[in-house]
């Protein structure tokens, strides 16, 4: 096969795509069409090319070795737009879904790195190709070497060989650097030679070759004017030369070894297109792509028909097959087993029917290594078997080392640790309706290939936990909270249908009269859910201001619509019309559809390795993102109901939780003592920044105070606090340089976290939970500056999320300790619910508060509030 490296110039192909193109928005306002431009010329590069081996190259900086030389080399240039900028971080993500390496290298170019790879790639005999917007590179073309450049678009390409450039110009490639040398080259503020433009320096170079020959032989050429500015300027037609001639000696560490195009992530890329609103990129991939065949070593394995003791060791890694996403309903396909012994595939009409599977599942004894082990605990219940001795989950322990990783299933934890021998689910059964029959040796092979990831990862992440100091965190925190959520998962939550109905009648009702009262200031009936017809009432017809511009017209997207709530009253109207709308479509025909018939519950699933602060989330349904800014939303919680009679709901919650991690891990004594003393923060906050006595604190300055509070925890800035409060830039940022004054040691927490995320590349809790973030040394602003935020935000929330995990496991161990009948059911952020007979509620009031308190010792006293009552939403 022949070896091909594609070398792409990354920022000169993502200007070229930038201007070449309109400005594009996906539905989060973020402009795309720079992204959307290479995403072109990548899919043509990758479809004509089918390279070996592919690089792209940005540069690192606006100085490189060349100022020194000269220092104004690239003046002059206009600052990178700040449209383009936000884009940088999407086209790196492009890139990294495409399975694409991407390299910079301090001081020098793009150029420079793709002149050194091309140059060892020509001594390894590669054929090379180079991308770029601009002929600079066009001097490195040769009989191995080609020089694609974008014109006009992106995917207009000219192709530069020696013979195309010898045709063009009646030059060698090498005598490129020579013209530039003579004419100079505005864009990079190369001066040349005054009065020299490109038929002059190409006639020159005919008759003398280059610029030295040039300038030794200045007398002989003809024209006094010109001879006269080439003396003049001599050196500074040497010092061009020097400046446009690649560097082929740059010092990179990186090799063709490590440019070996492997193929895309399909799932990454389908995501991140979907992200950007890249329809036609949506359409035209299939989503059955098969990924480039990996090279998988044969495996040997046992096909189980009788399960026997002696397959079955202490320490053993299992795998359970479940290829849909919710396992609550999906059958077990089969099972993986792996130990000293050997390779198992164990049928699941083998596993049913064994009592001595059974009992070695449920022997504390028996030490497993799983992957999920929540999904195992809970779909092994279904065959009427508990699981004792779970004690490795290779999913949270890979969750733990890198919470960022994009999981979307087995393949992507075991890739993330350079194990290659699981191939992805859409690979092997397909996807959706193009679902794969596979043969029972096929399915076999794929589930023991799981099994023996486990058995092979466990004992090297288990080091690198240790490592990281985080062995405890995954051994006391997650793997025993992993037990509980599968507990709380198999019980579910009941529901009132019948009252859900009731609802979603009284919303129909006010969805109706709000309509109404739409179409009557508009003065004319419309489609509301329309964006095109809802444009064209408030902006030509009422003559509201255009906040913003789409592709296909006006934007009347929630933040538009916000902004324009003072213009008129229709506004308000709308917006109140879609969060019903929402609670509708989503909250009550939503959780209608997800109710079990079998035990009238809903039976959440808590994803425990997604968010990268270490928070819980919920999926089918999601119990965690009922809206309750709207009275309808808050409404929704009365379906929720204990599952028996003679039983209460009782909901516990932290107060101010971030607040207290903010005053312990910052070791404020002002804030330390405000809490310790029982103050309320917010007017305590009020009084110091305000300068006013505690009866003088206005409900206004309160509100105000706790808008600053809890944007002091996310790294608020002066615009995000002014939009909060409806104040302006400067009001806010006086707010928070007086907060900062009251709370010195605040600050200097602020100060510190982001120093440490850029020496250490992360950030830890006060569990060593870390989360990595390398956007922090970012040269694009806006990505810096939310990264610093994350930097200060990060150990404050996955502090607490930590917290409340700590007093699940607390709390259940106390509710077997007090033998009490009360169930944990639900965890949404700061607040545990259970349901529990009302006998028991005196003796919730005592323990649930005491639990949670000291579930981890802080420098401030932790403070639960709690209420119960016939539905979660008299739970309050």
């Given amino acids: 096969m022949n070896k091909k490296v594609v070398l792409i110039d990354g920022n000169s192909v993502a200007y070229r795509a930038f201007f070449a193109l309109p400005l594009l928005n996906n539905d989060k306002g973020i402009h795309t069409n720079a992204v959307y431009g290479f995403a072109m010329m990548l899919e043509k590069i990758l479809k004509e090319e089918k390279p070996t081996h592919i690089l792209v190259a940005f540069d690192a900086g606006k100085t490189t070795f060349r100022h020194e030389t000269y220092s104004d080399y690239k003046g002059g240039?206009?600052?990178?737009?700040?449209?383009?900028?936000?884009?940088?971080?999407?086209?790196?993500?492009?890139?990294?879904?495409?399975?694409?390496?991407?390299?910079?290298?301090?001081?020098?170019?793009?150029?420079?790195?793709?002149?050194?790879?091309s140059k060892q790639a020509e001594e390894n005999n590669f054929e090379v190709r180079i991308v770029s917007g601009d002929k600079d590179l066009t001097q490195l073309a040769s009989e191995k070497t080609t020089v694609l450049v974008t014109r006009k678009g992106v995917t207009d390409i000219e192709k530069y060989t020696p013979d195309h450039i010898k045709e063009k110009y009646g030059l060698s490639p090498e005598q490129i650097i020579d013209m530039k040398g003579l004419m100079g080259d505005a864009s990079d503020n190369i001066p040349g030679v005054p009065g020299i433009g490109e038929k002059t320096a190409i006639k020159l170079l005919k008759q003398y070759h280059s610029v030295e020959n040039l300038l030794e032989s200045v007398d002989q050429v003809s024209g006094k004017k010109l001879q006269e500015n080439l003396s003049t300027y001599k050196d500074q037609a040497l010092m061009s030369k020097q400046l446009a001639t690649i560097f082929r000696e740059a010092p990179i560490d990186i090799g063709l070894a490590d440019i070996n195009y492997q193929g895309a992530n399909t799932e990454k890329l389908v995501s991140l297109y979907k992200e950007?609103?890249?329809?036609?990129?949506?359409?035209?991939?299939?989503?059955?792509?098969?990924?480039?065949?990996?090279?998988?070593?044969?495996?040997?394995?046992?096909?189980?028909?009788?399960?026997?003791?002696?397959?079955?060791?202490?320490?053993?890694?299992?795998?359970?097959?479940?290829i849909e996403d919710n396992y609550h309903y999906a059958p077990i396909i089969g099972?993986?087993?792996?130990?000293?012994?050997?390779?198992?595939?164990?049928?699941?009409?083998?596993?049913?029917?064994?009592?001595?599977?059974?009992?070695?599942?449920?022997?504390?004894?028996?030490?497993?290594?799983?992957?999920?082990?929540?999904?195992?605990?809970?779909?092994?219940?279904?065959?009427?078997?508990?699981?004792?001795?779970?004690?490795?989950?290779?999913?949270?322990?890979?969750?733990?080392?890198?919470?960022?990783?994009?999981?979307?299933?087995?393949?992507?934890?075991?890739?993330?640790?350079?194990?290659?021998?699981?191939?992805?689910?859409?690979?092997?059964?397909?996807?959706g309706a193009k679902r794969t029959s596979l043969t029972d040796k096929e399915r076999a092979e794929t589930i023991v290939r799981k099994a023996l990831a486990i058995y092979h990862l466990k004992d090297r992440l288990i080091d690198e936990l240790k490592k990281n100091e985080q062995y405890e965190l995954f051994i006391e925190l997650e793997m025993p909270l992993s037990r509980i959520l599968a507990e709380m998962e198999s019980t579910g939550v009941a529901v009132d249908v019948n009252r859900l109905k009731e609802m979603g009648e009284e919303i129909k009702k006010r969805l109706n009269e709000i309509e109404g009262k739409i179409h009557q200031l508009a003065g004319e009936p419309f489609n509301i859910n329309s964006p095109k017809q809802l444009g064209v009432i408030l902006f030509d017809k009422l003559g509201l201001p255009v906040i913003k511009k789409t592709k296909t017209g006006y934007s009347t997207s929630a933040d538009v619509l916000e902004k324009l709530q003072t213009e008129h009253e229709i506004v308000d109207q709308i917006l109140t019309y879609r969060q019903l709308g929402k609670l509708q479509s989503t909250y009550i025909e939503g959780l209608l559809k997800v109710v079990n018939p079998e035990d009238g519950k809903v039976h959440t699933r808590f994803n425990q390795a997604l968010t990268q602060t270490g928070r819980l989330s919920s999926t089918d349904p999601n119990l965690q993102n009922i809206p309750i800014r709207l009275e309808e939303g808050r409404k929704i919680r009365q379906a929720f109901v204990p599952s028996e009679k003679g039983w209460v709901m009782f909901s516990a919650d932290y107060s101010q939780i971030e607040l207290r991690v903010l005053a312990h891990i910052s070791g404020d004594e002002r804030l330390i003592d405000a809490f310790k003393q029982g103050l309320d923060i917010h007017t305590k906050t009020a009084m110091d920044v305000f300068h006013v006595a505690h009866d003088e604190v206005t409900s206004n300055m309160r509100?105000?105070?706790?808008?600053?509070?809890?944007?002091?925890?996310?790294?608020i800035s002066d615009y995000g606090l002014s939009q909060n409060l409806g104040i302006t830039r400067k009001e806010a940022g006086q707010f928070i340089e007086r907060y900062f004054k009251s709370y010195p040691q605040v600050k200097q927490y602020m100060e510190d976290i982001v120093q440490e995320a850029k020496q250490n590349g992360y950030v830890t809790t006060l569990l060593h939970r870390r989360r990595y973030i390398p956007e922090i040394t970012s040269r694009n602003f806006n990505v810096r500056s939310f990264a610093e935020r994350t930097a200060m935000n990060t150990p404050i929330q996955g502090s607490a999320a930590d917290?409340?995990?700590?007093?699940?496991?607390?709390?259940?161990?106390?509710?077997?300790?007090?033998?009490?009948?009360?169930?944990?059911?639900?965890?949404?952020h700061d607040e545990l619910i259970f349901e529990a007979p009302e006998d028991e509620v005196d003796k919730l009031k005592e323990i649930v508060p005491d639990v949670m308190e000291h579930a981890l010792e802080l420098k401030v006293p932790l403070k639960v509030d709690y209420a119960y009552g016939p539905t979660w939403f008299d739970a309050k």
Wanted: aromatic share 10%; proline share 2%.
């Fill in 703 to 715: 509100r105000q105070a706790k808008a600053v509070n809890f944007g002091i925890v996310y790294g």
């Fill in 276 to 322: 950007l609103g890249f329809q036609s990129f949506l359409e035209k991939m299939d989503s059955s792509v098969q990924i480039e065949d990996q090279k998988l070593e044969e495996v040997e394995f046992e096909f189980v028909k009788e399960i026997t003791e002696e397959i079955l060791q202490q320490n053993s890694a299992l795998y359970v097959e479940i």
């Fill in 77 to 117: 240039r206009q600052k990178t737009p700040p449209e383009l900028s936000e884009q940088f971080p999407y086209l790196r993500e492009l890139l990294k879904a495409h399975g694409i390496a991407q390299y910079e290298l301090e001081n020098y170019e793009a150029d420079d790195i793709i002149g050194t790879l």
């Fill in 803 to 828: 917290i409340i995990k700590k007093a699940m496991i607390d709390m259940a161990e106390r509710l077997k300790t007090e033998k009490l009948q009360a169930r944990l059911l639900l965890q949404v």
């Fill in 335 to 431: 099972l993986g087993l792996v130990n000293d012994t050997g390779n198992y595939y164990l049928p699941v009409d083998v596993v049913k029917s064994s009592s001595v599977f059974k009992a070695w599942l449920e022997d504390e004894k028996t030490k497993l290594a799983v992957y999920d082990a929540k999904r195992t605990i809970v779909s092994l219940q279904k065959l009427g078997m508990d699981v004792n001795g779970i004690d490795f989950d290779l999913l949270i322990a890979s969750y733990l080392l890198n919470p960022s990783e994009t999981i979307q299933d087995f393949s992507d934890v075991a890739k993330a640790h350079h194990y290659n021998q699981v191939l992805a689910d859409d690979t092997v059964y397909g996807k």
